[in-house]
């Protein structure tokens, strides 16, 4: 792609670097989620955003609906085999970069349930980039998970790599 | 509770009872299969207006007691007056098990009917719609039978399991 | 116009609408913000008219019935938690009455006594959830906040007495798992002190509010006769005028010996639904008072070394213990063989576990009934020639849960 390209001919002066750090901190501190609740893992997001846990104070207030106004997708619950599709078409709508964090068990390896009706890990459809272990995992957890995500995206710079 | 030779049993049915039981304070009917829409036409002027639910219960394999056939549909009818339930318990089986559909006695049973046919197989003659309900509707087989398997993965361990331990180096 | 099978009636697709035009069909979901999971409609709108519905489930099938027939009967236990989310201990406990009734076995008068403690008080944190959802939905964005600050606690508790939030396994076939620590039962002498204050909180926010009335009031109309065809059972039902409840008509771990009213209401609409519930939690923290008052001393499970496993200590000092934690742990118990169904009032109506045993350590097949599975087949019922917005209305009263429904 052409920015990258000049990005990387421009190579890492002090310009590129510090601009690097401004742009990665600005996309860090507001990473929007889709809505992506799937089952009991999505009623620990909604706790998440609420008043005790409070996710806004992460920047991550706007939990968009539409998934083309969104970074982040917190794929909250088991995925079966009829979602899929679903999760694989919501992924690609939305714009780069994008992460994915994928929230509890069942979403991470296929949790309790390790039988025909479910996708055992939803890696195996998109590429996910923090895992939450956790039947469901706490708000807290969700945070946390979120916070590690900031760290990454903040130490990429200009170009993230999803 | 539906008594016997009470007034609890209506004429029609007394004819088509094949057999009749209580199993842990549940009373139980066993009508033939064909005589279903029969059965539960009489249950309900009797008063069994509700139908609680419908499944089928896959009895491949099972020694513990004698079954007429390996499929066994179930309807759960209760009357709300009284309050009293009755389960009503009717064998198919065969490569394509049929039974007639209730959804005309009882509205709910239009969508019990359709997830037995998804996971069973039973199809449910005069249904208006029997298509699968919770598969994809390209699956093939009836997951909820005996001889389909659990499926999932092999859950493996990773012989490395004792690096995990520590943390990773960059989270 | 013709009827269906239900007796509703609707229009053929591609007939001519209001105006002239083609009826236009429209596919909510299944991820869509309000549909309250992944449900997916298929609707037929003319201009903004509601002329038909098609719910289009499955989305969350999760196998949870063919999975138990791979566990053994204690371990079923962990996911029969998780059809019905917002609910798991009434879950859990259809699945102990349905499994203890096959065994022969009562349960110490304590067990039922915590057993309808956390009924309770899982009843209250499901209609909180319905709150807040609802009225997000709807637009009241602090009924929201204020709902899960009050879950908080309720999730607090359970982990207080059972190390799980929300799936806390903690009904179990032959008692409970543990006994209620001495700091559960502060607070939940706290809570039951200050929940009505709380409640009368979303009340001034909603009941009168003109706003709320006017989206609610006469929208989603369930008359009696057909909440009662299309077999709906809780909130919708009682919300038509009928006073069923299972807690009531036909009693369980002992909620006999409990003072209560059951809530209903004559208007059969949205709002008439939504009282129902705010008087249903409002019971339940009366239920609990009196649970909390009279809570009898003694042991929590059944003592039969063949059903449940002996305490840790006795490990120590008998062979025989040795053994029955052995044979309890590798095979398990085994259950005989007959089928039983057992129903619990949950949140959203009739919960229940239809469990059938060959005699051996795993079930032969457990069937549950599902109050979501039900309650959505009147959707079409409720939301004909209503406008687009108010099948959010709606759909929030159903207060389906999709793991319910899809299993």
Same mark, same amino acid.
């Not at chain 1, 009706?117 to 939803?122: N, R, T």
């Given at each position: 792609m052409g920015v990258e390209e000049l990005v990387a001919s421009l190579g890492d002066n002090i310009l590129t670097t510090s601009l690097g750090k401004l742009i990665g901190w600005g996309r860090g501190n507001s990473v929007w989620p889709a809505q992506f609740g799937l089952a009991c893992c999505a009623i620990e997001m909604i706790s998440t955003a609420t008043a005790g846990v409070d996710i806004a104070r992460f920047g991550s207030e706007a939990m968009r609906a539409s998934p083309r106004q969104s970074d982040l997708l917190i794929v909250s619950g088991r995925v079966s085999q009829k979602m899929a599709p679903v999760l694989r078409t919501v992924y690609d709508q939305m714009p780069e970069p994008k992460w994915v964090i994928s929230m509890g068990a069942c979403a991470s390896t296929g949790g309790v349930f390790n039988n025909y009706? @479910? @996708?055992?890990?939803?890696d195996k459809i998109v590429p996910v980039d923090v895992y939450i272990p956790g039947c469901p995992p706490r708000p807290e957890d969700l945070l946390n998970a979120l916070m590690i995500l900031q760290e990454r995206i903040k130490a990429q710079g200009l170009i993230p790599q999803s | 509770m539906i008594a016997e030779g009470a007034g609890g049993i209506p004429p029609l049915l007394t004819e088509i009872v094949i057999d009749r039981g209580v199993s842990a304070g549940d009373h139980w009917i066993t009508v033939p299969a064909e005589r279903i829409h029969d059965a539960l036409l009489s249950l309900k002027d009797e008063g069994y207006r509700l139908l609680v639910f419908l499944s089928c219960v896959d009895h491949l394999a099972d020694s513990s007691r004698d079954f007429p056939a390996r499929f066994e549909i179930i309807y759960q009818l209760r009357d709300l007056d009284k309050p009293a339930d009755i389960r009503v318990r009717a064998f198919v089986g065969g490569e394509s098990p049929r039974i007639d559909s209730v959804h005309d006695l009882f509205p709910p049973a239009n969508w019990d009917e359709r997830e037995t046919y998804d996971l069973f197989g039973i199809v449910f003659t005069g249904h208006p719609d029997l298509s699968r309900i919770l598969m994809p509707d390209d699956w093939v087989g009836h997951p909820l039978r005996r001889d389909y398997p659990v499926g999932g993965e092999p859950v493996e361990f990773s012989e490395e399991h004792e690096m995990w331990q520590t943390a990773p180096e960059d989270a | 116009m013709i009827e269906d099978a239900q007796g509703v009636t609707v229009t053929k697709t591609g007939e001519q609408g209001a105006f002239g035009g083609e009826l236009l069909t429209v596919n909510f979901g299944p991820h869509h913000p309000s549909t309250h999971g992944v449900l997916r409609l298929i609707v037929d709108l003319d201009g903004e008219q509601i002329r038909r519905i098609k719910p289009i489930i499955g989305y969350l099938h999760t196998g949870i019935e063919k999975q138990m027939e791979a566990l053994r009967w204690q371990q079923g236990v962990v996911v029969t938690d998780r059809h019905d989310y917002l609910s798991p201990p009434i879950n859990n406990l259809a699945y102990a009455l349905a499994v203890e009734k096959l065994m022969g076995v009562d349960v110490p008068q304590r067990a039922q006594a915590l057993r309808v403690i956390m009924s309770e008080l899982t009843r209250l944190s499901s209609h909180l959830v319905w709150l807040g959802t609802s009225g997000i939905e709807l637009g009241a964005m602090s009924v929201l906040m204020y709902c899960f600050r009050e879950r908080d606690t309720i999730l607090d508790m359970n982990e207080e007495i059972s190390g799980f939030r929300m799936h806390t396994s903690y009904i179990r076939p032959g008692g409970v798992m543990a006994d209620a620590t001495p700091r559960f039962l502060e607070l939940l002498d706290t809570f039951i002190r200050d929940m009505p204050g709380h409640i009368d909180e979303y009340e001034d926010l909603l009941t009168m509010n003109p706003i709320f009335r006017a989206r609610t009031i006469g929208i989603g109309q369930l008359p009696l006769a057909d909440a009662k065809v299309l077999g709906a059972t809780g909130p919708m039902l009682r919300g038509s005028g009928m006073a069923w409840d299972l807690r009531k008509s036909m009693p369980y771990s002992g909620y006999e010996n409990y003072d209560f009213e059951v809530a209903t209401s004559k208007d059969c609409d949205c709002y008439g639904r939504y009282l129902v519930r705010i008087k249903e939690m409002r019971e339940a923290v009366k239920i609990l008072r009196q649970a909390l008052d009279r809570l009898p001393d003694g042991p929590v499970n059944v003592d039969d070394r063949k059903f449940l496993p002996p305490p840790r200590e006795e490990l120590e000092t008998s062979m025989e213990a040795v053994i029955h934690h052995f044979k309890l742990f590798t095979e398990g118990y085994s259950v005989p063989a007959g089928d039983v169904y057992v129903a619990v009032e949950s949140g959203r109506g009739e919960n229940g576990c239809y469990i059938v045993s060959d005699g051996t350590h795993k079930p032969r097949r457990v069937k549950f009934r599902a109050a979501s599975f039900a309650n959505l087949q009147a959707l079409e019922r409720m939301s004909l020639n209503h406008m687009v917005a108010d099948m959010i209305a709606i759909i929030g009263t159903a207060d389906t849960v999709l793991g319910d429904v899809d299993r």
């Open positions: 009706a @479910l @996708l055992q890990g939803v | - | -």
